[in-house]
């Protein structure tokens, strides 16, 4: 989930603000001379978009760039700040003001959510993450139908984490200022509230139901802690913490399966290695295995099992490490059958090189162990000191070029399929190791390009969204159709001209998730468009355009952006979607929309 399709995630997840400049004093304590010192090298158009610009800077309040700077994803950038001086940088891009709330869109005392049939539990709605949903509840002729039914807005922010789970006539979603929401399906209402320490960017799982047991809902923060609540009434039943790295972080939503959830554990390690003087690097991605009832460490296996150890010493001075990265972003795939979970790994952040990142890797259930890992791209070592304008020698020697795995895999028949951001889709037999059965180019490929956050699957093609953001003028967006047996292309939808074109941010790349009803498919663009396409076709048979104001059920101001890095969850007739992403170069937001048949 952090990596370039992460690296900026990594960078404005959460904090959603990146300063990449080198450390130093700058020549006065004047802000301008400090964000042009720190910030704008970064911060500009023309850096291949890993960085919010200005505009959406001014967005955030100052205590979210503040908190960036001293305890999240920048604190290694911040700490050549003096408090003073964050302060100050903090009052300089800050044009926004922190709303405070009144308890306002709260349900009433009493109220049963209305029972709706379906679920969407967690990230890809099954074990196998094909997020293809059969009981939604809505056919393929209703689509042209929907109607927006409410939305719900987000304070304080400019980028909505958190896609909804849906069961039992509850919403439940987490947030990038740390709230997590139980709401009403059918009118947004509020149930509860949930405040982590830092954003929660997981989607929620939820326990079976039990008769006569207190159901949990499960989420991690971008601090690597996981919780435990009473899904009744957001009652804390447990906490771990699950990576001591102070990088680390939970990004992919944890999987459930009998008594025991799987957290993949991810982190923003590579935007220290922009400062010369940081020993990059030492964190490695992981799965933590917990006890569901009591959080209790069952296991915990790392992507890269070798630890970290000294490499060379930079011309800075600083004690390089490594091996280093392969972070998992995006939630693990549960294969019942063999007794097996498969995750996507990250990049390197360091030498030496390692045959575990940019992999597909097999864990055993019981033990961690793992069985077989299959790496797609060799040599891919990447850090914020290989970036044009801040390269340092704490970047490896030929570097990748940041072609992660963003996306969980998807276990579907005898196949796992498998997006990555080089803009290839692969196809892996996990009978023989993850042999490769086929492999399709979609895209050209780039940090922020290919397949981002993920793809879906029904009972015979791949379809598969493209971003390949690249800041060069070449094409970008558009949903592939790829035959499951051998990779052919069965349809290509591309992407309508934005109707956004000019203003920051906008673009035709689709970097959200898929999401599928027999017959249909939905994906998300950074225009603010969510379409639905004829899965057989490929021809838009829905579009609605989010890039506008809402007014909202719980009275905080609202307005649709980019839609990146969730996708659209459906059950119960109903449909719910987030809108906002001023990360990753996207067009600020922060609302929850709800969809309907009239």
Partial sequence: MMNAQRRIVSLLVGQTIVFCGLPGRAAADDPSALFKQHCAMCHREG???????????????????????????????????????????????SKT?????????????????????????GWGVDLANTRFQT??????EDIPKLKLKWAFG??????????????????????????????????????WTFKAPATVRSA??????????????????IKANVYAVDSANGTLVWQAHVDPHPAARVTGAPALYAGTLYVPVSSVEEPPAGNAQ??????????????????????????????????????????????????????????VERKVL?????????????????????????????????????????NFACQPGTRNDSCPPNP???????????????????????GLVHALDPDKQGALVWQTRIGRGSALGGIEWGMSVDDENVYAPLSDINGKGLPMGGLFALRQKDGMKVWQAPPPKPACAGKPGCSAAQMAPATMIPGVVFAGSMDGHLRAYDAATGKVIWDFDTLREFPTVNGVKARGGSLNATGPTLAGGMMFVNSGYGALGGMPGNVLLAFGVE
């Fill in 47 to 93: 850096t291949e978009l890993r960085a919010p610009l200005p505009d959406i800077l001014a967005l955030m309040p100052r205590e979210q760039i503040v908190a960036a700077l001293e305890s999240g994803s920048m604190k290694g950038q911040g700490e050549a700040l003096t408090h003073e001086q964050r302060l100050s940088l903090a009052a300089f891009l």
């Fill in 97 to 121: 003001t922190t709303v405070q709330l009144t308890g306002g869109g709260m349900c009433a005392s009493g109220m049963s959510p209305a029972k709706l049939a379906g679920a969407w539990n």
């Fill in 135 to 140: 009981a939604s509840g809505l056919r393929a």
């Fill in 154 to 191: 987000f304070p304080n922010s400019t980028v909505v984490f958190g896609q909804p789970t849906i069961d039992s006539g509850r919403l439940y979603f987490g947030s990038q200022n740390g709230t997590v929401y139980a709401v009403d399906a059918r009118s947004g209402c509020i149930y």
């Fill in 204 to 221: 929620i799982s939820l326990d079976p139901i039990s008769p006569g047991k207190p159901r949990l809902a499960y989420f991690g923060d």
């Fill in 278 to 335: 940081y020993p990059c690097c030492t964190f490695r991605g992981s799965v933590v295995a917990l006890q569901s009832s009591t959080g209790k460490q069952l296991w915990k296996s790392y992507a890269i099992p070798d630890p970290p150890g000294k490499t060379r010493t930079s011309s800075a001075g600083a004690q390089l490490m490594g091996p280093a990265g392969a972070a998992i972003w995006s939630a693990p795939t549960i294969d």
């Fill in 342 to 382: 498969y995750v996507a790994t990250g990049n390197a952040y360091s030498d030496p090189p390692t045959k575990y990142n940019d992999a597909i890797i097999a864990y055993d259930l019981a033990t961690g162990s793992m069985q077989w890992s299959r790496q797609m791209t060799e040599g891919d070592r990447w």
């Fill in 400 to 422: 990748g070029e940041d072609f992660d795995f963003g996306a969980s895999p998807i276990l579907k028949g005898s196949l796992l399929f498998a997006g990555q951001k080089s």
